[in-house]
């Protein structure tokens, strides 16, 4: 059985590690043509604002995989904001109606082809990241930019479409010839579309964010070691 760790930390605390996050991050969006993205660019390493989830290898600690959260302020932009901004303006609006209730965006989702398969880089990231969010980071309300393929579960995991933004929510991006769709956590406390499956984890995860699963993807089971408490909790609200 695969084991891996996912680790919480902030950005600016673990520098060695966020530059590992982006060249990983860099040879998956490689594989599928896609060089130049917002959420490759590495501003949000020196953003006090920013959270890092980070899957290593129990056995060496290599990177396999991320996901970020990155809390809404005057320093920088949201990476939906820089990348839907082009094509539609509102989203600068849409986020602002949402920054006086403390609003982040889940960004940068990436897994190796190492553990492909098993929703490492998807479906377990995207509701460790809510846990992390709504338990350690008071967010109130989190966007996402998702590809075609992680639409349906991250509505599993609590997500509506923002349809106030483009062609009822889609765009063309990160090139012309892909899809991306705009969607949002309206109120992460109680995240009322989401499936209980996902809204006990969330809970749990509140409770006890340090413990150890054998979760079930697609390919067969993985052992994950979580450990979502920050260090520089303090600070981080």
Known sequence: MISVAFRAFRAIDEPESCARFIEGHRKVLEIFGITMITSNKALWVNHKNT????????EDRRPLGGARLQIADDDLLLPIEDAVGIVDKRIFDVVKSHRPQRTAELCGLWNSREIAGYGIGSFFLTRAAIALARGQLNIKTLFALCAPATVNMCAKAGFIIEKSLGNDGFFNYPKLDLIATAMVI?????IPSATEENRKFVEDFINHP?????EKGPKGEIMVEYNLLLNNIDQAI
């Open 51 to 58: 959270y890092v989830i980070l899957v290593e290898s129990i």
């Open 186 to 190: 309206e109120d992460i406390n109680n």
């Open 210 to 214: 340090v413990q150890n699963r054998i």
